[in-house]
């Protein structure tokens, strides 16, 4: 079945411990998201790519860093987590242009920072 | 600003009907999503709105009212598993989504 795929499920790392988190995709889809998400909040887009062209939303802090190599893999850096990176990382892809463009999302990253 | 507007929580009684609203307040629209979310796991789409109307798809329905900026998602014959979040996302004139912070859904026996 055609999927997005996110490794690892669980990351424990300690304050300032860089992080990777990957996802990737085999629906071919040519957008791909990064969404960060703490408990009872609305995902947060960080980044997305059209191809590979790359866009980061203005409020991203530069601690988060990504990196799209080719259509199917997509990796989310963070450079130096602190404790207010805790969430949950969500890839998601989806095609371009008008019209629904439903999103599809990996089963997420869970992060924790000690 | 860019606002969703959705309740924190509903409670509702298995094999019930439920009604989840969602208001927004964005610039322009394309379109208007719904999404489950179970605990610790990630969204899965459920419905999408662009014209007035209601939208119906098996249990779930979902209406939409372009004038008014709002939108509702029903669901009947409620079961155990449907307990999540519901989320309510809108895609806005530059075609990026506007997410709520989801309503969590309670069914009891």
């Known amino acids: 079945d055609a999927m997005v795929i996110q490794n690892p499920r669980y990351q424990v790392t300690q304050f300032g411990k860089p992080v990777t988190l990957s996802c990737s995709q085999t629906?071919?889809?040519?957008?791909m998201y990064w969404y960060q998400q703490k408990s009872s909040q609305a995902p947060k887009l960080l980044f997305h790519y059209y191809d590979k062209d790359f866009n980061n939303e203005a409020d991203t802090p530069d601690n988060f860093q990504s990196r799209r190599p080719n259509t199917s893999f997509c990796f989310l850096d963070i450079r130096s987590p602190g404790l207010g990176d805790a969430a949950m990382y969500l890839c998601?892809?989806?095609?371009?242009?008008?019209?629904?463009?439903?999103?599809?999302f990996g089963a997420g990253s869970r992060l924790t920072v000690l | 600003g860019q606002n969703i507007d959705q309740p924190t929580e509903m409670t509702a009684t298995e094999g019930a009907i439920v009604q989840i609203n969602c208001t927004y307040q964005t610039s322009g629209f394309n379109g208007l999503f719904w999404y489950q979310q179970h605990a610790g796991e990630a969204p899965t789409f459920l419905s999408y709105?662009?014209l007035d109307g209601l939208e119906e798809k098996g249990r779930f329905s979902s209406f939409l009212s372009r004038s008014k900026g709002y939108s509702y998602l029903l669901l009947k014959e409620l079961q155990m598993k449907d307990s999540a979040s519901y989320l309510c996302a809108v895609k806005d004139s530059n075609y990026q989504l506007i997410w709520g912070a989801g309503t969590k859904l309670i069914i009891k026996p």
């Open positions: 629906l071919n889809h040519n957008v």
């Open positions: 709105n662009v």
């Open positions: 998601a892809t989806s095609k371009q242009g008008a019209g629904a463009n439903v999103l599809t």
